[in-house]
């Protein structure tokens, strides 16, 4: 195993990315190295409010002449995230990270991926989108938001899947853009049009990644689903963030995950 | 100056300390990246029953104002596995192991220690009488004094080495059980466990664990568990105390340490910071330097009570 770390990074950028969601840039003065669907547990404030760190999913990782640079999108949901959207540039913020397992993104030539996001389950499949564009895999990107308002980062979307000729489908819940409903509709339309995956990577809603779970067993298709627990520790001792698997057991999410193969997962992320 | 920073727990010396507690550091490898357990007094294992046990349905914790609610359910992978696949290493790197036990009958806790005993490496065992979580896990034995001392008594016969019994701050009578502890032959007590507690999700009309309750820890708990320490240090004199309870920088330990704890464990702390307890460690020895303490046991047991 490699030695997990807490590094000391600083606020680099914090920016709105929609009503309510923002993007986190942190700047790490050492290299990191990190697969998309690792995530990051961040201290929101010095003291004891908030007691705990909080998980979020990264949403890259590119080396500057300072460091690194770790970037995350967050969606204000609480104290935590409130108190992280209000840090200035330059600001320490305790990250300990990466840690937990990443997608499964090797490929073999004139196979295609379906990368498929909801909602604040966008940046792990940024992430692993720009890093498939970078190695020159296929794949088809499947981005749905409640409106469109709430869809961001289309531009990089839409780029890394050119890299690659594939496809980047929009869709949202009230058809304000895009293809009107979910993702897993607008996957499902295109595997009844014949097209083929050798797998499937989401990350979304959990109403979502069981739609996406229960089309994938349907279809004999394979699929990873990066799954989000209420988390206390990210490093596999507090056993809160337990998922349960097909053979009933419980394990921690943030170590035998977050990124579970279907096939992995109990009866209800299937039917 | 530097402060020597070793202790005793009854006949069981440590290096310095700090423990971790049970059920936030695994079994003792897992954050040894981050917290190499043998700069530690030593660890506390996660509890261990005779068989690997599933532990609740999620959700499991909830985070609350400096502080955090579990219902895990005692989850662990049994006293086999323990033995076979950790034990052998933590002997190897020299980390003083203190085996956290529970059981559902007093049976089933001398089966555990019985498995343990044909090991090297076992400094010491902390009997799990207080886990608020799981209705057969235990709770009866640390609520009520006489049950309590025969399952103490129980125990005591499956082994020479120190014995410590975790009391619960949600016994009727801390006093008592902690009397019946020593009376059924244990060597020290571990307070406080948990304190039971619940949080309600409003707009849902439902509690927030699926066990509707679990057992709060973390700093707000700090304050009781100081006043526990000195209550039974003040009934019990004699007994060495292991505090417990919100631990979360050197100056808590010094408090515990001066209620009468001889030892501390560090619990919840670990998940804000797995190197917590290094970095409690550290900052202990800086106020002991800071205060011109020649020997760390120097604070045990002296807080100076106002007449």
Redesign the interface.
């Known amino acids: 195993?490699i030695?997990?770390?807490?590094l000391a990074a600083r606020v680099a950028i914090v920016e709105d990315l929609t009503p309510t969601c923002f993007r986190l840039e942190l700047l790490c003065c050492e290299p990191v190295a990190a697969s998309p669907g690792q995530f990051a547990m961040l201290?929101c404030a010095p003291g004891?409010?908030?007691?705990?760190?909080r998980a979020f999913s990264l949403a890259g990782v590119r080396s500057t002449g300072d460091g690194t640079i770790v970037e995350m999108h967050l969606k204000e949901v609480g104290r935590g995230t409130a108190l992280l959207r209000r840090l200035a540039p330059g600001a320490p913020v305790?990250m300990?990270g990466p840690l937990g397992n990443g997608f499964t993104l090797g490929i073999a030539p004139g196979q295609r991926l379906a990368l498929v996001a909801g909602g604040i389950g966008l940046p792990p499949v940024l992430f692993a989108a720009e890093m498939l564009a970078a190695h020159g895999s296929a794949f088809d990107l499947f981005v749905g938001a409640s409106t469109a308002g709430e869809l961001y980062e289309v531009d990089r979307l839409a780029a890394a899947a050119a890299v690659v000729g594939g496809e980047l489908v929009l869709c949202t819940d009230d058809g304000s853009r895009g293809e009107p409903g979910f993702v897993t509709a607008a996957l499902q339309r295109r595997l009844d049009a014949g097209r083929a995956y050798v797998r499937a990577l989401a990350c979304g809603p959990d109403p979502m990644l069981q739609a996406l779970g229960r089309l994938a067993t349907a279809r004999g298709l394979e699929a990873e689903l990066s799954l989000e627990?209420?988390m206390?520790?990210g490093?596999?001792?507090?056993?809160?963030?337990?998922v349960?698997l097909e053979d009933?057991?419980?394990v921690p999410s943030c170590k035998e995950g977050p990124v579970f193969p279907v096939s992995r997962l109990a009866a209800r992320w299937r039917a | 100056m530097t402060t020597d920073m070793s202790t005793r727990v009854g006949a069981l010396s440590l290096a310095n300390p700090i423990l971790t507690a049970s059920g936030t550091f695994g079994y003792g490898l897992d954050l040894a990246d981050l917290c190499p357990p043998e700069r530690l007094g030593g660890i506390v294992t996660k509890g261990l029953s005779p068989q690997p046990r599933r532990g609740n349905t999620p959700p499991r914790i909830v985070e609350t104002a400096a502080g955090m609610i579990n219902a895990i359910g005692l989850q662990n992978i049994g006293v086999e596995a323990f033995c076979r696949d950790v034990l052998p290493e933590l002997d190897a790197r020299g980390v003083t192991v203190v085996v956290n036990v529970f059981g559902e009958s007093p049976a089933a806790y001398r089966e555990v220690m019985a498995r343990c005993e044909r090991e090297r490496g076992v400094a010491a065992y902390e009997l799990n009488v207080s886990c608020p979580n799981v209705s057969a896990g235990g709770m009866e034995f640390g609520h009520d004094p006489a049950l309590l001392a025969s399952l103490t008594a129980a125990c005591r016969a499956e082994t020479a080495k120190p014995l410590w019994v975790k009391l619960s701050p949600n016994a009727p009578d801390l006093i008592g059980t902690g009397k019946a502890a020593v009376d059924g032959g244990a060597d020290a007590l571990t307070l406080i466990n948990t304190l039971r507690a619940m949080a309600i999700d409003a707009v849902q009309r439902r509690p927030v664990l699926q066990r509707g309750f679990g057992g709060l820890s973390g700093p707000a708990i700090k304050p009781i568990a100081l006043r526990m320490v000195w209550e039974v240090h003040w009934a019990l004199p004699s007994t060495p105390l292991v505090g417990i309870g919100g631990i979360e920088t050197g100056r808590d330990v010094a408090e515990f340490l001066l209620a009468g704890a001889s030892a501390v464990q560090v619990g919840t702390a670990v998940f804000r910071d797995p190197a917590a307890p290094l970095r409690i460690l550290g900052e202990l020895e800086r106020f002991c330097a800071g205060e011109g303490i020649t020997a760390v046991g120097e604070l045990i047991g002296g807080l100076q009570w106002p007449c």
Do not use: S, T
């Not at chain 1, 004891?48 to 760190?53: E, I, M, T, V």
């Not at chain 1, 490093?235 to 337990?242: A, K, N, P, Q």
């Open positions: 195993m030695a997990r770390r807490d201290r004891l409010d908030p007691l705990l760190r305790a300990l627990e209420p206390a520790c490093v596999g001792v507090c056993l809160g963030c337990v349960e009933g057991r419980l």
